[in-house]
């Protein structure tokens, strides 16, 4: 079957595109509720229906995206890639019983998925489900010996429980294969815990590399500079963290927590 592109539908999907191409995600959220409206019927809407769904997800626009994702599931009801994209927009607006459905829909459509098990086992431990969590990430390990999403997963569970050698371990595995500035951070994190701070300085300069406006990252250097008791480059990291995004409430809970009872 031939498409005939030269129509309404395809000349608002393209307009769309241009719009997104000059940042102007509402001119291209109309462009594409247009094109839909333009042929109700059309087998792509699902798809369209998604880009307007992440479109208002980067907007911070989260109710409407989560009825546009599952509108497009009302269509095409086991699309793996929409029911993880929901679910993850479930995890952003904290309804986890919701994230948690979809994650385990997505696993269950397809085996073979290591996304949806390294989601589970992070929400599992998210709730101190340890053991589970642990299962979750064997089953990643069990489907692909060499997905990076094992080892990550077991470092950020281990972080968590405070393991910070063992969390070590696994993220240096997963950072020597394929380093992010968010693995970065997190072993910088475990570092800094344990006093280790030329390892950590190391850490936070290459994920700033990689991330040079990430907000953690300026807070993960001003816990190193308020360690080494360089005050005037904390106070420097803490306005940086502040002008990316990050509050002061945030900033002064994270570089003066609660001792434990």
Do not use: W
């Amino acid at each position: 079957m031939t498409i005939d592109t030269d129509t309404r539908y395809y000349a608002l999907v393209d307009s769309a595109q241009a719009a997104i191409e000059r940042d102007d995600l509402d001119q291209a959220i109309a462009h594409l509720t247009a094109a839909i409206a333009s042929d109700p019927s059309n087998t792509g809407n699902t798809l369209l229906l998604s880009n307007i769904a992440t479109l208002q997800r980067h907007k911070g626009d989260l109710g409407a995206a989560a009825r546009n994702y599952s509108l497009a599931l009302d269509i095409t009801p086991n699309a793996v890639t929409l029911l993880l994209n929901r679910a993850a927009l479930y995890v952003q607006m904290d309804s986890i019983a919701l994230a948690q459905r979809d994650y385990e829909r997505a696993a269950e459509l397809d085996p073979a998925n290591t996304e949806a098990r390294y989601s589970l086992g992070m929400l599992a431990a998210g709730r101190n489900d340890y053991k589970k969590a642990e299962d979750y990430f064997n089953e990643i390990r069990r489907i692909n010996s060499n997905s990076g999403l094992y080892d990550e997963g077991m470092g950020m569970m281990y972080k968590q429980q405070g393991q910070y050698d063992a969390a070590v371990r696994h993220l240096s595995r997963v950072i020597e294969a394929h380093p992010t500035a968010a693995l970065l951070g997190n072993r910088a994190d475990c570092y800094l815990t344990a006093k280790r701070l030329n390892d950590a300085e190391e850490d936070i300069r290459r994920a700033l590399d990689l991330s040079p406006n990430d907000p953690f990252l300026f807070l993960l250097r001003a816990k190193l500079n308020k360690l080494r008791f360089n005050r005037d480059d904390m106070n420097r990291d803490i306005e940086l963290a502040v002008a990316a995004g990050l509050s002061r409430d945030y900033i002064n809970a994270a570089l003066n927590p609660t001792p434990s009872k």
